[in-house]
């Protein structure tokens, strides 16, 4: 088990390992679990000025333990060991299922209402069946409505997507026009570019090819932000375990909707096409380069709508302003739920005739 390492560019070495002693006698004399005068006497033994006090962190659950100044720098010692602390939440399960169906975590939507489809993805006794419960509850979860309204409040406002909204405008109305190939051909470059503009909105220097290997060091970017902005953010060091993704992704809901991203990316979308054998045909090469011609599918489109909504929640965690909650459907039908109505009703007209 890692004993701590610098967390901070600002903090000096002599700091760093200040706080790396200090911890690891508390440690080795079992001092955290005692109380806060053991911690006290321990670590006066080998730093002469700090301040100490009970202190907590949050990361979807309670993390106790002490917050530690020395020389003007605050460390997070806590008292429990990450083995002790590592449980397993709901989305995890929820996760776990949805990659069964090659789904990522769907973002924006209640949660019942996933655990409702969750359920018969697990019930499920073939890839068959499985296509069959995304069959169903894939126009549930996208009716024209709520597409209408993620462009209007999300794709089309968000300053990190926007640039995109107007080709994806131009897939949802292919897909509703039963164009599900176009629909979907039409996401990906999408998706790429969105994922580009964000980990440059984080700093990250992207280069113009396509490369699986930098869009995961873009969310697991993301994920580190997440842990030092949001659940150590008085603190500039803590002990490397738990600063480590793997232990987050016990419990914080917010690594966990990124794992399923990294995961879908790595072994299905992004997967090596010679590699790739499911029937779903939803492969990132084997599409574009046309290795693969049997992913025109309207559950195709709901995998990458969804995965569309997750980079969306990915630019909140890059720091540009958000809801994580479904944007609000309107009593009165917007002028683009009226037309993808109209194209679809036309769609139904044209199917109806000889052909």
Request: glycine content about 4%; proline content about 4%; aromatic content about 10%.
């Given at each position: 088990?890692?004993?701590?390492r610098?967390?901070?560019?600002?903090?000096?070495?002599?700091?760093?390992?200040?706080?790396?002693?200090?911890?690891?006698?508390?440690?080795?004399?079992?001092?955290?679990?005692?109380?806060?005068?053991?911690?006290?006497?321990?670590?006066?033994?080998?730093?002469?000025?700090?301040?100490?006090?009970?202190?907590?962190?949050?990361?979807?659950?309670r993390?106790?333990?002490?917050?530690?100044v020395?020389?003007?720098?605050?460390?997070?010692?806590?008292?429990?060991?990450?083995?002790?602390?590592?449980?397993?939440?709901?989305?995890?399960?929820?996760?776990?299922?949805?990659?069964?169906?090659?789904?990522?975590?769907?973002?924006?939507?209640?949660?019942?209402?996933?655990?409702?489809?969750?359920?018969?993805?697990?019930?499920?006794?073939?890839?068959?069946?499985?296509?069959?419960?995304?069959?169903?509850?894939?126009?549930?979860?996208?009716?024209?409505?709520?597409?209408?309204?993620?462009?209007?409040?999300?794709?089309?406002?968000?300053?990190?997507?926007?640039?995109?909204?107007?080709?994806?405008?131009?897939?949802?109305?292919?897909?509703?026009?039963?164009?599900?190939?176009?629909?979907?051909?039409?996401?990906?470059?999408?998706?790429?570019?969105?994922?580009?503009?964000?980990?440059?909105?984080?700093?990250?220097?992207?280069?113009?090819?396509?490369?699986?290997?930098?869009?995961?060091?873009i969310?697991?970017k993301l994920?580190?932000?997440?842990?030092?902005?949001?659940?150590?953010?008085?603190?500039?060091?803590?002990?490397?375990?738990?600063?480590?993704?793997?232990?987050?992704?016990?419990?914080?809901?917010?690594?966990?909707?990124?794992?399923?991203?990294?995961?879908?990316?790595?072994?299905?979308l992004?997967?090596?096409?010679?590699?790739?054998?499911?029937?779903?045909?939803?492969?990132?090469?084997g599409?574009?380069?046309?290795?693969?011609?049997?992913?025109?599918s309207?559950?195709?489109?709901?995998?990458?709508?969804?995965?569309?909504?997750?980079?969306?929640?990915?630019?909140?965690?890059?720091?540009?302003?958000?809801?994580?909650?479904?944007?609000?459907?309107?009593?009165?039908?917007?002028?683009?739920?009226?037309?993808?109505?109209?194209?679809?009703?036309?769609?139904?007209?044209?199917?109806?005739?000889?052909?």
């Amino acid at each position: 088990m890692g004993r701590g390492r610098r967390q901070s560019r600002n903090m000096d070495q002599r700091e760093d390992n200040k706080f790396r002693s200090a911890y690891r006698k508390c440690l080795r004399t079992n001092a955290l679990k005692k109380n806060i005068e053991c911690v006290r006497e321990i670590i006066s033994t080998c730093v002469d000025d700090f301040q100490i006090e009970k202190a907590h962190v949050d990361s979807f659950i309670r993390i106790e333990g002490y917050k530690v100044v020395i020389s003007g720098s605050a460390g997070f010692f806590p008292k429990e060991k990450t083995q002790e602390l590592e449980q397993e939440y709901h989305l995890r399960w929820l996760r776990e299922t949805f990659l069964k169906a090659e789904f990522v975590s769907p973002p924006l939507l209640a949660y019942e209402f996933l655990s409702e489809i969750a359920k018969e993805i697990m019930n499920a006794t073939s890839p068959s069946e499985i296509e069959q419960v995304i069959q169903k509850h894939g126009p549930r979860m996208y009716p024209i409505k709520s597409l209408a309204s993620l462009h209007e409040n999300i794709y089309r406002l968000n300053p990190i997507v926007s640039p995109y909204s107007k080709q994806i405008q131009e897939c949802i109305e292919a897909f509703h026009f039963g164009l599900f190939g176009a629909a979907i051909t039409g996401l990906i470059p999408c998706i790429e570019g969105i994922i580009r503009d964000t980990g440059k909105k984080i700093n990250i220097a992207c280069d113009e090819h396509v490369s699986l290997h930098q869009f995961i060091d873009i969310i697991e970017k993301l994920q580190q932000r997440i842990l030092k902005k949001y659940v150590f953010r008085e603190y500039s060091w803590a002990p490397v375990d738990f600063m480590n993704i793997d232990f987050h992704d016990h419990f914080n809901e917010q690594i966990q909707i990124l794992q399923s991203l990294k995961f879908y990316l790595n072994n299905s979308l992004y997967m090596h096409t010679q590699s790739f054998s499911s029937a779903t045909g939803l492969n990132r090469n084997g599409v574009v380069h046309g290795f693969i011609t049997n992913f025109n599918s309207a559950e195709n489109f709901y995998r990458l709508v969804t995965v569309l909504n997750l980079l969306y929640v990915c630019t909140l965690f890059a720091g540009e302003s958000g809801s994580m909650f479904h944007p609000p459907i309107p009593d009165t039908p917007t002028k683009f739920e009226t037309r993808l109505r109209a194209i679809s009703a036309m769609k139904e007209m044209l199917e109806k005739m000889p052909s």
